[in-house]
């Protein structure tokens, strides 16, 4: 671990239980900040976290749900928190139409799949994505700090280099104190304008078509599109993976071209 991490951990960060490395389906919550309830303690007084990579300052007390322009740009996101089995298509179709993408990972994801953890940050920007994708509402502010210090020990780790200072809420799931630490640790949130829903899967009624048609219908400048690494773990379906290279080629054939995030945040 690196002298940052050791330093970030000794302020505040709790040992947590691990848990697998999979986690079952489940709506993420839009990307609006909940309010704060008075049973949970400010956070702490911290400066920027020295074990992310920060591309720009922070954005605090926002969690963007599109891109900050009016400019025909699209930025694709891909959740990795459950397994990797769209792992192979998902990279094969975005180098294949050098498109750009961001990522964000939890640290049980990149200690579970080293390899495509590099392969991934080789080419493509990391954000944080909590340690083992917990809803941050149901810790405490030092575990969530544990959560975020963790995650960026083992993407490190993984992969050489400390997670992007971008950070993604499992689920959407968020309060104003969640999100005050998130910023004092050095992160910007990023939200999504559109959840292609793949990770439901064909089990629960979702299908190529759908996944496509989510993607394109809510299709506007600055437009953040969330899918997913993992398969269904009851259908083993990869929906996203699966629609990703026609849903490329719609969305630049009606003007628009691919950025990452940390163009813009």
Known sequence: MSRGLLAAVSIGA??????????????PATSTTRPPTNTRPSPPARTANPSVARPHRVLDGRIPDRLPTSQRV?????????????????????????????????????????????RISARYPIGNHTFDHQD???LSLPAVQAELVKAAAAIEHATGR???ALFRFPYGSSSAGTLALVNKLGYTAVGWTVDTLGWEGTSMGQSLASVTSRALSHLQPGEIILMHVGANPHDNSTLDADALPGIISAIRARGYRFVTLNEYF
């Open 162 to 164: 400390p997670p992007l």
């Open 136 to 138: 941050l509402l149901g």
């Open 14 to 27: 709790i040992a947590l239980a691990g848990c697998g490395g999979s986690h079952a389906p489940r709506p």
């Open 74 to 118: 699209v930025a694709l996101t891909f959740d990795a928190g459950a397994d990797n089995a769209g792992a192979p298509k998902i990279l094969a179709a975005l180098h294949r139409a050098d498109v750009a993408a961001t990522f964000f990972m939890t640290g049980r994801w990149a200690e579970l799949y080293p390899q495509w953890a590099r």
